[in-house]
């Protein structure tokens, strides 16, 4: 049977472990991922979030190893998304709050989600709520990573619930942050940066101004995804910072796909130019790259080379949907360059230099590198050249 996990003298996570999900809004989770949920055990018993849909079972038989869940009054919705959402139909049936409270967007989403959610009680930036011997504060977080997204306050055992942010998509039955691999936690917190957050990047670095100022020191940080924070928080929060700046790392990235070979060769000549100068690569062929991973390598390499051979005056249909996706992430501060080999008319050097350009990268140089058909030795050079004015332009930024 399902039971709650003590994190605090009165505070229970209740949420579920997802080790079967592969796929997240076309972001790859082959480590699973949780839904946190919480159950704050005061006067007025609360239920912070809910999981998953499918999840709701697991989620009541471990509340009901605590406390008969009918005595629960408050119920505090921190993101109206449907992986912390889709089991307040559920909650609302079993449990009948007397309040549920979500933000001034957050009732609002609520709302549209579940015709006729009752009864909602839309809180402010800084509303203060008392559960009984503690109080529970609510800070405004929009779109952090939605429009209704807040953070949620303990105070008397300083406990941030922060709903999405600082959290990641990792199953695991090792409940806190030091009980987990240091390496994967950075790994899997990165990835979901970049993947979630990081076209908000601006507003993660407003949200982490405004966080300090309030002087909170929480002794837990609580997301609704992955593990909870308890050794390591300085550490979440100054990769957030760090992340959320985008300054230029000494680290390229070279992701292509190709038809018969040949972007493949001109790919390698260029990463074999780019390493002579001292800078690292990671060459990812989209063929055996998803998405997600290279839009996490795109976010912390300096410099992004991409290429494409043309079919149909087009982009490979692969490396299309890459830029696609990377385009919607917003990635910024980077050089790049695009190159690629052609049969007949060669327009994906053009349109890939089009998508560099509209991240605002640096080009180098402005009209990439087109091959047509099978790369020569001097082409080839020309490729090594150019990967090495790559890294050495880097290299002039990161100094």
Known sequence: MPCAVKISESVYWVGAQDWSVRNFHGYTTESGTSYNAFLVMDEKITLIDTVKEPFREEMLARIASVVDPSKIEYFISNHAEMDHSGAIPFVLEKIKPKKIFASVNGVKALQKHFEGIEPLTAVKNGERLSLGKMDISFVETKLLHWPDSMFSYLHGEEILFSQDAFGMHLATSQLFDDENDPHVLKSEAATYYANILLPLSELV???????????????????????????????????????????????????????????????????????????????????????????????????????????????????????????????????????????????????????????????????????????????????????????????????
């Open 205 to 399: 670095k407003k949200c982490l101004d405004a966080y300090a100022s309030m002087g909170l020191n929480p002794k837990i940080v609580a997301p609704d995804h992955g593990p909870l924070w308890r050794s390591k928080i300085s550490d979440i929060f100054s990769w957030y910072r760090e992340w959320s700046e985008q300054k230029p790392e000494k680290r390229a990235l070279l992701v292509y796909d190709t038809m018969w070979g040949s972007t493949a060769k001109i790919a390698n000549s260029i990463a074999e130019g780019i390493v002579s100068t001292g800078v690292p690569v990671k060459i990812l062929p989209i063929s055996s790259s998803h998405r997600s991973i290279i839009a996490t390598e795109a976010m912390l390499s300096g410099a992004i080379v991409i290429g494409s051979p043309t079919i149909n005056n087009m982009l490979f249909p692969t490396v299309a949907d890459t830029i696609c996706y990377l385009r919607g992430l917003k990635p910024k501060n980077k050089i790049g360059t695009a190159f690629g080999s052609y049969g007949w008319s060669g327009e994906s050097v053009k349109q890939l230099s089009e998508f560099l350009k509209a991240i605002g990268a640096e080009l180098l140089p402005p009209e990439g590198m087109s091959v047509k058909f099978v790369p020569n030795k001097e082409e080839l050079a020309a490729s090594y050249e150019l990967g090495r004015s790559v890294g050495a332009r880097l290299l002039e930024i990161c100094k």
